[in-house]
């Protein structure tokens, strides 16, 4: 029985060349910005399809090394420090108010704060950062690395996952120890946050991976490049006349590999997270 | 009176927990959104002043008279709703392939290329595609021409933009639609296929009125992502077309966008408040319409 479950040879092979064909293709792109990156530009005009540079040089890295008056390692340190101190700003301040929102849902004020969330995120992302430029003028912040560090530090995804763990936790550990006296605080730091290690690395994680390719309010809340981060610098340079195709491809690379191997390295605890999250949303 | 008190004090704490997110929220998130309302209802010249000069509804007049917005929102509907189907279709189609027994080794291989877009830095994909689409730099139009087939147009033709930033989006957006197809699969109730192959359903008749149904919650959420994802497409257009050629890819994101950049804040704000009403309008429709049960 069960003849037509089990899979017959054709269809499998059929099903390999589908998956794989489909594969190379998404993997492609990476391929060919490798490529590109070691290659000059006039040899990529005469032959766009090579599958290996014909010489493999870094020296694009340091002809690259100053991008619109300012150095790379400047974009590389913006990066690093503007998606390290978001992400942890961000885990931080949503965890606390996430847990604060799932334990005492009917506070006065809390579901005002929990719809503002809401509707944020459902605004256009593109044209909310425009009036947030108002915002930050108004506040002081503009051309400030404060003031990109808190707009990135909120988002939907990391919310839904905190608020979908912090509901998940039964009501009798919490109430065994209120009974046993302890304080709210206690509760908090003795109690809820070991249980919450595993969620807070999985948020943590894909918060960086969201944040590190930002561009949009970086660009928006800057004053001059010096605050601009890697995929800014991308596009800035994408944008230049005169093109110098071997350099966007190596800035493409630089922007890319940091996150791309975070990923690979942790894609379990990514893909169910991102998974989890959207389902919650 | 003094059991409000009571309460909070004994809700202090937590209103110390959520403070520091409720300051966000309200600072680079609700106080923007009102601003943008109000800019909306103001003369551009005077928006950013202490006292704006009000116009009531005129900016929205104006741009709801304005033939370039409405033929860039018409073209957003279009896009979306091309994306939507193409997106959805795809991450479906390969959730399947991959779930199914015809893979037993390198599925996960086959996962991770798909997903591996979606953590990609958008611009950096995108100024990849960019590329890969430029007719003297460009792989694509060098492989067409090696196997003996037309070029393809890509980002210069007005024939085939929308397509061509279609293809690039699907790469960058369809890897997260495909693990909530997946992860739904993998928690469906496989007795009931058993159930339904004994009682002598074809394959076909498994998947329409067994697994399909089962994967309502699934659809339900990737429509509503992927609907308020393609209504604001906005960072594709900016990297690879700038809203050309002949505003084929001008959405309403990029042309409001480019309305603020030429100070017509109320115009521009406007319109940022129509699209935002759409959106919520489209994805609270589609969500009712996908949390109905069946035949009611």
Same mark, same amino acid.
């Given at each position: 029985?069960?003849?037509?479950?089990? +899979?017959?040879? *054709? /269809?499998?092979?059929?099903? !390999? @060349? $589908?998956?794989?064909?489909?594969? #190379? =293709?998404?993997? &492609?792109?990476?391929?060919?910005?490798?490529?590109?990156?070691?290659?000059?530009?006039?040899?990529?005009?005469?032959?766009?399809?090579?599958?290996?540079?014909?010489?493999?040089?870094?020296?694009?890295?340091?002809?690259?090394?100053?991008?619109?008056?300012?150095?790379?390692?400047?974009?590389?340190?913006?990066?690093?420090?503007?998606?390290?101190?978001?992400?942890?700003?961000?885990?931080?301040?949503?965890?606390?108010?996430?847990?604060?929102?799932?334990?005492?849902?009917?506070?006065?004020?809390?579901?005002?704060?929990?719809?503002?969330?809401?509707?944020?995120?459902?605004? +256009?992302?593109? *044209? /909310?950062?425009?009036?947030? !430029? @108002? $915002?930050?003028?108004?506040?002081? #912040? =503009?051309?400030? &690395?404060?003031?990109?560090?808190?707009?990135?530090?909120?988002?939907?995804?990391?919310?839904?996952?905190?608020?979908?763990?912090?509901?998940?936790?039964?009501?009798?550990?919490?109430?065994?120890?209120?009974?046993?006296?302890?304080?709210?605080?206690?509760?908090?730091?003795?109690?809820?946050?070991?249980?919450?290690?595993?969620?807070?690395?999985?948020?943590?994680?894909?918060?960086?991976?969201?944040?590190?390719?930002?561009?949009?309010?970086?660009?928006?809340?800057?004053?001059?490049?010096?605050?601009?981060?890697?995929?800014?610098?991308?596009?800035?340079?994408?944008?230049?006349?005169?093109?110098?195709?071997?350099?966007?491809?190596? @800035?493409?690379?630089?922007?890319?590999?940091?996150?791309?191997?975070?990923?690979?390295?942790?894609?379990?605890?990514?893909?169910?997270?991102?998974?989890?999250?959207?389902?919650?949303? | 009176?003094?059991?409000?008190?009571?309460?909070?004090?004994?809700?202090?704490?937590?209103?110390?927990?959520?403070?520091?997110?409720?300051?966000?929220?309200?600072?680079?998130?609700?106080?923007?959104?009102?601003?943008?309302?109000?800019?909306?209802?103001?003369?551009?010249?005077?928006?950013?002043?202490?006292?704006?000069?009000?116009?009531?509804?005129?900016?929205?007049?104006?741009?709801?008279?304005?033939?370039?917005?409405?033929?860039?929102?018409?073209?957003?509907?279009?896009?979306?709703?091309?994306?939507?189907?193409?997106?959805?279709?795809?991450?479906?189609?390969?959730?399947?392939?991959?779930?199914?027994?015809?893979?037993?080794?390198?599925?996960?291989?086959?996962?991770?290329?798909?997903?591996?877009?979606?953590?990609?830095?958008?611009?950096?994909?995108?100024?990849?595609?960019?590329?890969?689409?430029?007719?003297?730099?460009?792989?694509?139009?060098?492989?067409?021409?090696?196997?003996?087939?037309?070029?393809?147009?890509?980002?210069?033709?007005?024939?085939?933009?929308?397509?061509?930033?279609?293809?690039?989006?699907?790469?960058?957006?369809?890897?997260?639609?495909?693990?909530?197809?997946?992860?739904?699969?993998?928690?469906?109730?496989?007795?009931?296929?058993?159930?339904?192959?004994?009682?002598?359903?074809?394959?076909?008749?498994?998947?329409?009125?067994?697994?399909?149904?089962?994967?309502?919650?699934?659809?339900?959420?990737?429509?509503?992502?992927?609907?308020?994802?393609?209504?604001?497409?906005?960072?594709?257009?900016?990297?690879?077309?700038?809203?050309?050629?002949?505003?084929?890819?001008?959405?309403?994101?990029?042309?409001?966008?480019?309305?603020?950049?030429?100070?017509?804040?109320?115009?521009?704000?406007?319109?940022?408040?129509?699209?935002?009403?759409?959106?919520?309008?489209?994805?609270?429709?589609?969500?009712?319409?996908?949390?109905?049960?069946?035949?009611?």
């Amino acid at each position: 029985m069960n003849e037509d479950i089990r +899979p017959n040879r *054709l /269809l499998q092979a059929l099903a !390999y @060349l $589908v998956a794989t064909g489909t594969s #190379l =293709l998404f993997l &492609y792109p990476y391929w060919w910005m490798l490529v590109s990156a070691f290659r000059p530009t006039r040899a990529i005009l005469s032959d766009p399809l090579r599958l290996w540079p014909e010489t493999l040089s870094f020296r694009i890295f340091s002809e690259i090394g100053r991008i619109g008056g300012v150095e790379l390692s400047t974009y590389i340190v913006n990066s690093l420090l503007i998606t390290t101190l978001s992400t942890a700003l961000g885990v931080i301040v949503t965890a606390l108010g996430a847990y604060a929102l799932v334990r005492r849902p009917k506070a006065p004020g809390f579901s005002l704060v929990r719809y503002g969330f809401l509707v944020t995120i459902m605004y +256009p992302y593109m *044209l /909310l950062v425009i009036p947030v !430029y @108002l $915002v930050m003028f108004k506040l002081g #912040l =503009l051309g400030s &690395y404060a003031g990109i560090i808190l707009f990135l530090a909120l988002g939907p995804l990391q919310f839904f996952l905190f608020e979908q763990f912090f509901r998940k936790i039964p009501n009798e550990v919490i109430e065994a120890a209120v009974i046993d006296g302890a304080s709210e605080w206690q509760i908090l730091t003795r109690v809820v946050l070991p249980m919450a290690a595993p969620i807070t690395a999985t948020v943590a994680l894909i918060t960086f991976l969201l944040n590190w390719a930002q561009w949009f309010p970086i660009m928006v809340i800057s004053r001059s490049p010096d605050t601009y981060t890697l995929p800014v610098a991308l596009l800035s340079m994408n944008s230049e006349l005169g093109t110098n195709f071997q350099g966007i491809m190596a @800035l493409a690379v630089l922007t890319t590999l940091p996150v791309a191997l975070l990923f690979l390295f942790a894609q379990k605890r990514v893909m169910e997270g991102m998974a989890a999250g959207a389902v919650k949303g | 009176m003094t059991d409000v008190l009571a309460t909070l004090s004994r809700d202090r704490i937590f209103y110390l927990f959520v403070a520091p997110f409720a300051a966000l929220t309200i600072l680079f998130g609700v106080w923007p959104i009102l601003l943008s309302i109000q800019v909306s209802f103001t003369a551009s010249a005077t928006a950013l002043r202490p006292n704006p000069t009000y116009v009531g509804l005129a900016n929205y007049a104006a741009v709801l008279a304005d033939p370039i917005f409405l033929a860039s929102l018409g073209r957003t509907l279009l896009y979306t709703l091309l994306s939507v189907v193409a997106n959805l279709a795809f991450a479906l189609g390969f959730a399947i392939l991959l779930d199914s027994r015809l893979l037993k080794r390198g599925s996960l291989f086959f996962r991770l290329a798909i997903f591996l877009p979606v953590i990609t830095p958008d611009v950096a994909g995108y100024v990849v595609w960019r590329w890969l689409y430029d007719r003297s730099f460009g792989a694509l139009n060098a492989f067409l021409t090696l196997v003996g087939l037309p070029p393809f147009g890509g980002l210069s033709s007005v024939d085939t933009a929308m397509l061509a930033i279609l293809i690039a989006e699907l790469w960058h957006h369809a890897g997260f639609y495909m693990i909530i197809f997946l992860a739904n699969l993998s928690i469906r109730d496989r007795a009931l296929e058993e159930a339904a192959h004994i009682d002598g359903a074809t394959t076909w008749q498994r998947w329409r009125y067994v697994i399909l149904p089962q994967l309502r919650p699934a659809l339900v959420i990737n429509s509503v992502y992927a609907l308020i994802q393609f209504l604001k497409t906005f960072t594709v257009v900016v990297v690879m077309t700038k809203g050309g050629p002949s505003d084929q890819t001008n959405f309403v994101s990029y042309y409001a966008y480019q309305l603020f950049d030429q100070a017509r804040y109320g115009e521009a704000t406007a319109m940022a408040t129509i699209l935002f009403a759409i959106v919520i309008v489209l994805s609270l429709t589609a969500y009712r319409l996908g949390d109905r049960e069946p035949g009611q």
